[in-house]
């Protein structure tokens, strides 16, 4: 009976909540667990009622990762996807923030670039895939590339817009301290936007996620995208589909919260207090 | 009038009259329009003002009567329509190291704590050196203990307080403070005017002090210059003959106080 897991894992939910009451610390992680499990067991419901014989059921995905795991296939993929991003999203950051500052802060190379970025931003990453295999072929450069250009805009533009925010008064101390050039983007300019541009960071390492796995769809052969749809073609493996997709899921999770940690540093907190 | 002629007549001033302060801030004429649509508004009219080296001045005035306007004019952030501001005989051009001004919206940098807020005007000494003058203006500000805190962890009277050590630092010989305790509670205002008088009498700084608050103007200034509403002028001069500690409630003080209203053209009866 393939329903009793879920009975137990029921019942063992019912005494977690009574044993919540008490709990100290880890008591607001009760009803995100709780609320996951009733819908894992919405989705195997789901499943068996309506008969599907390929759609898999949570039990059928997780015995997929266990395959996944022990396959050592997962891991390769895992490095590909995680390499393509971290190194077009660095690339991003090292032309975007600079450019984004000198753009922001001059009133002339606005005008001159942001018609140009503006006009460039709204292109899909994916729509550059044929231009990015002619350049680069079928490998890490190619997605290299396609991340770089789905983070630029968001960290270039998120950059520009901190910069042309920061406060007149700000402005106007730094002008009185007799602040120019290098030191002025150093002592003013980059602090006063920081925070601004961490928050366009979080946004393009998200982005750079997304658009990674669809890269890795389309043209590539490596990478979790990849493996989605090698799952798929050979042999319909919907199983190992989920799998990977929580595997998407949870790095993304992870990329996320460890950017987040850049907003705890001492010389960007103000950015984020309450007002 | 070029540059050589206005030091010589300052200096001549200055020669003129011994025992005297010599003039350190002069505005000649000052007009200023802003830009509305196109049509010219009209906000200051004719400023002649000379305040002397050591001063303590209030422009006191009704909102909108732009004597903000002039502080940033003296201060170099706006250029006059007509007429001109010199200091020590100079015709300001832009902002001036040596001239600070404190902000009423916190102009100290949050991403930088106390000390390296109190640092900035004096990025291009060693660290000794830096050191040696840092830690007294930040004790006579009353801020000892919080030189490693963030702007953000302090009150707004401790922000303020920053400001004014980050202006003291730097030895200027003219403070222009727009409003500076307008955000604080009244109480913190109090006290802060009490602190802003003890370091004007140690520093012997000329400090040009912009409020719309009549009683904070007779507590501070040594002279207060009266602005109409917009566009501004001068409609009043008065020189405040109390000594510091102040009595708030001496017939001179109420004298002060009245005349200040009538010229304001309000009622101070309720």
Redesign the interface.
């Known amino acids: 009976m393939t329903a009793t897991p879920y009975l137990i894992l029921v019942a063992s939910l019912g005494v977690l909540w009574f044993a919540s009451a008490k709990m100290g610390r880890g008591r607001r992680w009760v009803m995100p667990i709780c609320v996951a499990m009733a819908l894992f067991v919405v989705w195997h419901i789901a499943v068996t009622a309506a008969g599907s014989e390929i759609t898999p059921t949570p039990l059928e995905a997780g015995a997929a990762f266990a395959q996944l795991v022990k396959s050592n296939r997962l891991w390769g993929d895992v490095v590909a996807s995680l390499f393509r991003v971290t190194a077009g999203f660095f690339l991003a950051v090292a032309v975007g923030i600079p450019l984004g500052l000198v753009v922001g802060w001059s009133t002339k190379t606005f005008e001159a670039l942001n018609p140009i970025i503006q006009g460039l931003r709204p292109v899909s990453p994916i729509a550059w895939i044929p231009f990015a295999i002619l350049w680069f072929g079928i490998g890490d450069g190619a997605g290299v590339f396609l991340i770089f250009l789905s983070s630029f805009f968001p960290i270039a533009v998120g950059t520009v817009a901190a910069v042309q925010n920061i406060?007149l008064?700000?402005q106007?101390?730094a002008?009185?301290?007799?602040l120019k050039g290098v030191?002025l983007f150093r002592?003013?300019v980059l602090?006063?936007a920081?925070p601004q541009i961490i928050t366009s960071l979080r946004i393009a390492l998200g982005v750079a996620w997304l658009v990674i796995v669809a890269a890795e769809m389309v043209g590539m052969d490596s990478g979790l995208g990849y493996l989605i749809n090698d799952a798929r073609n050979m042999g319909k493996r919907y199983d190992l589909v989920a799998a990977t997709m929580i595997v998407i899921g949870a790095i993304g999770i992870v990329l996320d919260l460890m950017i987040r940690r850049l907003e705890r540093f001492?010389?960007?907190?103000?950015?984020y207090?309450k007002r | 009038m070029s540059d050589e002629v206005a030091q010589a007549r300052a200096n001549e001033n200055a020669g003129s009259t011994p025992g005297e302060a010599r003039p350190k801030v002069v505005f000649e004429g000052v007009d200023k329009d802003f830009d509305q649509g196109g049509q010219p508004l009209p906000v200051l009219r004719g400023v002649d003002l000379t305040v002397k080296e050591g001063e303590f001045v209030c422009l006191l005035g009704p909102s909108g009567c732009g004597k903000s306007t002039l502080l940033n004019i003296a201060?170099g952030?706006e250029s006059p329509t007509a007429g001109r501001v010199t200091i020590d005989g100079d015709p300001v051009n832009?902002?001036?190291?040596r001239?600070?001004?404190v902000?009423q919206?916190?102009?100290?940098?949050?991403?930088?704590?106390v000390w390296d807020n109190v640092a900035?005007?004096l990025?291009h000494l060693g660290k000794a050196e830096q050191a040696a003058i840092i830690q007294p203006t930040i004790d006579m500000v009353g801020l000892q203990g919080f030189e490693r805190s963030?702007?953000?962890e302090l009150s707004g009277g401790m922000k303020q307080r920053v400001e004014v050590a980050r202006a003291l630092a730097?030895s200027p010989d003219v403070i222009y403070m727009d409003e500076p305790f307008g955000a604080l509670d009244s109480l913190t205002r109090l006290q802060m005017r009490a602190e802003i008088v003890r370091i004007w009498q140690e520093s012997q700084t000329t400090i040009l002090f912009v409020t719309h608050d009549v009683d904070e103007s007779i507590q501070i200034a040594e002279r207060i210059v009266v602005l109409s509403a917009r566009p501004g002028e001068i409609s009043d001069i008065i020189t405040v003959d109390l000594d510091h500690p102040r009595d708030l409630g001496s017939p001179e003080y109420g004298r002060i106080k009245n005349r200040l209203f009538e010229t304001l053209g309000v009622s101070h009866s309720i």
């Open positions: 406060s008064v700000h106007r101390s002008m009185n301290f007799g030191e002592r003013v602090p006063a920081m001492d010389e960007v907190r103000w950015g207090a | 201060g952030f832009g902002p001036d190291a001239r600070v001004f902000f919206e916190y102009g100290i940098f949050p991403w930088a704590s900035l005007g990025r963030y702007p953000m730097v």
